[in-house]
């Protein structure tokens, strides 16, 4: 099996991939590998107050600064958690990464996506995920599961979060071997089977 991987997690607010990310995990543990779960954005220490600006800050928020403090919070995650971890060996699940700023700024609010591309490359210093699992689902279906109590980015309207999803398809066409997208209308179980059976695949 390839040792040290970086593994992400990308879909629609409400898609499940946080579920599925943990089931992974505890997969993977019980199998005795060693497993480091991050996310962006909010990694651990200076990420997650990034985190708290990026989804609760009231005022008006500018596209462009709205993409440079992902950024931001993502070069902390790649330098702090993600490269030392893959370099030991790890295997990192991240809950979000560059796709996210990809579909959401550059699909969703309309953000050159060339120049986000670039921007994704300086934050991470050219390291690219090994794998990425896109959950795909409705806006409807994933709106419900969301609930009344929407973050700053969830409020962002039907129309975004459409342009969104599109803008993951997409990627996934682009990206047939790295982007996997799944269809997280399944249940839980019937997700994760295709989880770790596109993991296998993967690594054998
Ligand atoms: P979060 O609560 O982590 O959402 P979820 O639980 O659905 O993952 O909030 C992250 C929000 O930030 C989510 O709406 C997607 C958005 N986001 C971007 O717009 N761009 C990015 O680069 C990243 C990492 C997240």
Known sequence: MKKGMFITFEGADGC??????????????????????TREPGAKGLGE??????????????????????????????????????????????????????AYQGYGRGLDIERINMLNNIATNGRKPDLTFVFDIDIETSMARVGKEKDRMERAGKDFHNRVRQGYLE??????????????AKSIEEIHAEVIKIFEEYCF
Do not use: W
């Not at 995990?25 to 199998?31: F, I, M």
């Not at 985190?51 to 919070?73: H, K, M, Q, T």
């Not at 990627?171 to 997280?184: F, G, S, T, W, Y």
């Open 16 to 37: 499940g991939k946080t579920t599925q990310m943990k089931l992974l995990a505890e997969y993977l543990e019980k199998k005795g590998i060693d497993v480091v779960l």
């Open 49 to 102: 107050k990034v985190r708290e600006i990026l989804l609760n800050y009231e005022g008006p928020v500018s596209d462009r600064c709205e993409s440079f403090l992902f950024l931001a919070d993502r070069a902390q995650n790649i330098d702090i958690i993600v490269n030392p971890a893959v370099e030991e060996g790890k295997i990192v699940l991240c809950d979000r990464h560059i796709d996210s700023t990809v």
């Open 171 to 184: 990627l996934a066409k682009q990206e047939p071997q790295r982007i996997k997208v799944i269809d997280a």
